[in-house]
């Protein structure tokens, strides 16, 4: 007969509570991840959203394609720093776009490689002057990479490691619209625009639930395996 101490079987059951809800949470995860893979399929093949029609907000358009007219404003490019190409460092460079029926738009335009020897030399890439047909993606930013602090994310500054776009907007006082549209046509400016193609990393989410699980069962079968011996001792 089992022999079953309180407390010890106690903190048997609460690790195993424990795990197992962990467990449930990150298939949870799992599931939400695949409802947004499923979005952003869908939104592939959708038609286009033109910002000459209306200023929808980031829940309504993030990953579907969006179509813009407008004029590039140079002025207030920031270059992100850090981003890869092909394992070579590079920028992302972004840029607000004067849209023809009014308002703002970011763009990252695309990536540009880096001066390994002069970090803060930039190489010449073209913006064109007049009005520009602009495609892209609707994204909430324009990339984000780790940094400490603000690190070279401070206002002000050309090279940046990433851009809030309501703050970004407050430190130029331009009205930008609430999402950063990643282009996609070619505009004949010397810029990389091959994009990595999202990643909601919903197979880590499953094997984080394998293991959660898999620890609850382990939990569960050494204190079955405690009151045994336990028994046996009596």
Known sequence: ???IRFWPALI????????????FWQRDRAHQKEALQARIERFEQASPISLDDRRPAL??????RIVARGRFVPDSTVYLDNRLYNDQPGFYVVMPLK????????VNRGWLPRNVQQRGVIAPYRTPSGVVTIEGVARADASRAFELGQGGSAPHQLIRQNLDVASYAAEIG???EPF???????????????????????????GYMVQWWGM???????????????ARNV
């Open 1 to 3: 007969m089992l022999k």
């Open 99 to 106: 849209l023809e029926t009014g308002g703002y738009v970011l």
């Open 180 to 206: 950063v549209l990643q282009q996609t046509n070619d505009t004949a400016d010397g810029l990389v625009r091959d994009w990595p193609a999202p990643d909601t990393g919903v197979e880590r989410n499953y």
């Open 216 to 230: 609850a069962l382990a939990a569960l079968a050494f204190g079955l395996y405690a009151a045994r011996r336990a």
């Open 12 to 23: 048997v059951l609460i690790v195993v509570a424990v795990t197992v809800r962990l467990g």
């Open 174 to 176: 331009l009205p930008l």
């Open 59 to 64: 829940a309504e358009v993030e990953f579907h």
